[in-house]
């Protein structure tokens, strides 16, 4: 592992599988609270930058990243508010992200 995600807050968690989303009735999934501890991690992270663009680039689904809970729909696009708080955290400009 080089690069950014060498130095990713999440890289040496003993729990990955808090970064995959919750769905509902699913016990095999990290649960709410877990996801929430995630994200938390997240937000320290220094690297959140970089991970939201690898997210983007990587069509991330179904996980955490960049403290965003990542959607994307059956027609494989992004769900609206995955990418736009996405576009946020890879520092693109507000208002074109609104565009």
């Known amino acids: 592992?080089?690069?950014?995600?060498?130095?990713?807050?999440?890289?040496?968690?003993?729990?990955?599988?808090?970064?995959?989303?919750?769905?509902?009735?699913d016990k095999t999934e990290s649960s709410f609270d877990d996801n929430q501890a995630a994200r938390r991690v997240c937000r320290r992270c220094p690297v959140v930058s970089e991970c939201a663009q690898d997210a983007l680039v990587m069509r991330a689904d179904g996980?955490?990243?960049?403290?965003?809970?990542?959607?994307?729909?059956?027609?494989?696009?992004?769900?609206?508010?995955?990418?736009?708080?996405?576009?946020v955290a890879a520092g693109y400009d507000v208002e074109e992200v609104a565009a």
């Open 63 to 87: 996980v955490i990243r960049a403290a965003v809970a990542c959607r994307i729909d059956r027609r494989g696009e992004w769900l609206p508010a995955s990418e736009a708080a996405l576009r």
């Open 1 to 25: 592992m080089t690069g950014w995600r060498e130095r990713a807050a999440c890289k040496d968690t003993w729990f990955p599988e808090a970064w995959w989303l919750s769905k509902p009735g």
